[in-house]
């Protein structure tokens, strides 16, 4: 070989061997300003899983940020660092994913859903964009025709602000369905309309008895419109049959396959709003069977009523708070103080702006509501109740204030919340919330369909950014913040529900039309209103909601960055790539059908 030749081979060869050394520890020199937590040597040789070339939001201030992460075959997370530390380690893992630059969160925390009920309504007719009259008719009328003429028609999500404000009455529906009797649930849930059929089947009319607590709204005629608000619903769900129990064994799974798609890892259940008995059955007859057999995939913290304190007593006496497979808690009690804003029922401590004949409705009487609240503290049970209003929030904190005084010979923390806790009566409510440590469970997506009628219901000072979604001067103050969506009352969302939090708008709205960005917090907070702030609300926080070596390997991959939210346009949200529950993959986008919508 000529000399020249020679010479060129031999520095072809030198040269690919300088950039294989390079490509092999580019990976070291790339992770040198991440700081990581190192596996034991105790763990190390049980490694079940590698994620790597990541871009990983840990949650936690020692180690903010990393490339990759080891879990345990255990479902813990044994180390948090660079790609090439990871790496090293990969000889002992059984899997070891390149996630070729996806960004990792601790998996997300829904704090407050309606898990049945959510499975149930993927189903039901959706009239969350009905825009008329004729919409609603033509969406129920395709229902009926798919429908035996013995079967109710189910729907959710009508909202009269999206065809001028006029409620609607039975006598859209009347024509597509004389003989179903039809059942359509307002976005809030507070408020149903019913069709003539359903009215004559219930034995509704101008005579009929209404629970304290309810309405049934009475036209002209001084006969039933076929709208029925709050405690009156229950005169015509009673008629409804009971969704058999292989019924909501099949809503569950349809619900959690729904939830693994939005990346969420981890709810807490609120039950239905129906009969008491049911709720314990969804317990007891579904979710404790479905944990027995391995058959959940996401986490479910599961709350009971707040009159059954008792029952929930003796369960945690009999089983602890936990399935031992760890999927499964329970121990909260949940119960209502009001209604909604958007069917005037929140408890507000002014008359609303456009019905000054009103304050809203309190759903349980104040006295039983605190001996409730009394009786369930002494026990030592956590304690959710709804609360919209700022009356109704000022009644719940001065209950909270009555119990820490009442039994304060209790060492264990309880860790109240209050649901919504939308309007407030002012800055000494927020001091009250922080002062007691109560968790503040709110609903971002909730602006979206409150702030168009937030000025008409109640004032320019009462929809200011200070008394209504006052999550920024909630932090400020203090409070302990989760972040959650009500599903089925509003699509389950968590990715949307974060934007709404920081933009105060949708993606699809312009800046103009912001609702008091004051009241916006940062993109990180909110970040942590879904994942630790949430995981404290459950009484989770000791194994949620942060990627740090010794807490559950729960995470949610997303196909971009989501701290980039900011900068980008109109329907360019990140979108879910990957769900973990204790390092187990639970959904891959690569691999999945066409999700329901919900």
């Not at 050394?21 to 040597?41: C, E, G, K, R």
């Not at 309309?193 to 049934?216: F, Q, Y």
Request: proline share 5%; with cysteine.
């Amino acid at each position: 070989m000529p000399v020249f030749e020679t010479r060129q081979h031999t520095l072809l060869l030198c040269w690919t061997g300088i950039v294989g050394l390079a490509a092999w520890f580019w990976p070291f020199i790339q992770d040198q300003s991440f700081p990581s937590y190192q596996p034991t040597h105790q763990n190390w040789q049980n490694i079940s899983l590698i994620l790597h070339n990541a871009t990983i939001w840990t949650g936690d201030d020692q180690v903010p940020e990393a490339r990759g992460c080891a879990v345990q075959a255990n479902g813990q997370i044994a180390a948090v660092g660079g790609t090439a530390e990871m790496l090293l380690l990969q000889q002992q893992a059984t899997t070891v994913t390149d996630l070729q630059g996806a960004f990792v969160m601790p998996g997300l925390i829904d704090a407050h859903v309606h898990l049945l009920g959510g499975g149930q309504t993927l189903s039901w007719v959706d009239l969350r964009h009905a825009d008329s009259r004729a919409a609603v008719a033509e969406a129920v009328e395709a229902a009926v025709a798919q429908a035996p003429s013995s079967q109710w028609v189910m729907g959710h999500g009508w909202e009269e602000t999206h065809w001028g404000g006029a409620l609607p009455d039975a006598d859209w529906i009347d024509g597509v369905s004389p003989v179903n009797a039809v059942l359509l649930y307002r976005m809030d849930v507070h408020m149903v309309l019913i069709n003539t059929a359903a009215l004559r089947l219930a034995g509704i009319d101008s005579t009929t008895e209404v629970p304290e607590g309810g309405k049934v709204v009475l036209g002209d005629s001084n006969e039933p419109t076929g709208i029925l608000v709050d405690n009156a619903i229950a005169l015509v769900t009673s008629h409804i049959p009971s969704l058999s129990l292989d019924g909501k064994i099949q809503a569950l799974k349809v619900a959690v396959n729904h939830l693994v798609t939005k990346g969420i890892t981890t709810v807490c259940d609120m039950g239905s709003i129906g009969e008491v008995e049911e709720v314990w059955e969804a317990l007891e007859q579904v979710y404790m069977p479905a944990a027995d057999k391995g058959e959940l995939p996401i986490r479910v913290f599961a709350m009971v009523p707040l009159a059954t304190w008792p029952r929930l007593q003796q369960l945690v006496k009999a089983k602890g708070r936990a399935h031992p497979g760890g999927h499964l808690h329970w121990g909260g009690l949940k119960a209502f103080a009001d209604g909604s804003l958007g069917s005037r029922t929140a408890l507000m401590r002014e008359p609303y702006a456009d019905d000054p004949t009103t304050r809203g409705i309190r759903l349980t009487p104040y006295s039983e509501l605190e001996q409730l609240v009394l009786a369930a503290d002494a026990a030592e049970l956590q304690i959710a109740i709804h609360a919209i209003g700022d009356q109704a929030n000022d009644d719940v904190l001065a209950m909270y204030s009555h119990v820490q005084s009442n039994n304060s010979r209790l060492s264990s923390p309880r860790r109240h919340r209050i649901e919504h806790v939308q309007h407030v009566s002012g800055p000494d409510a927020i001091a009250a919330l922080s002062q007691q440590q109560t968790v503040a469970v709110v609903n971002p997506l909730h602006l979206l369909s409150d702030m168009h009628i937030m000025t008409d219901r109640l004032g320019k000072q009462r929809g200011s950014a200070e008394r209504a979604f006052a999550y920024n001067a909630m932090l400020k103050a203090g409070v302990h913040l989760a972040f959650a969506s009500d599903w089925p009352v509003v699509p389950i969302d968590p990715l949307l529900g974060m934007y709404v939090a920081v933009h105060r708008r949708s993606p699809d709205m312009p800046a103009s039309q912001a609702w008091h960005v004051e009241g916006a917090v940062t993109l990180e907070q909110a970040m942590m209103a879904h994942t630790k702030g949430a995981a404290f609300a459950c009484g989770l926080e000791g194994a949620l909601g942060v990627i740090r070596p010794g807490m559950q390997a729960d995470f949610t991959v997303l196909d971009g960055n989501l701290l980039d939210v900011l900068h980008r346009g109109p329907n360019e949200m990140p979108t879910v790539k990957a769900t973990y529950v204790r390092g187990q993959l639970q959904y891959d986008s690569a691999q999945a059908p066409s999700d329901l919508s919900g």
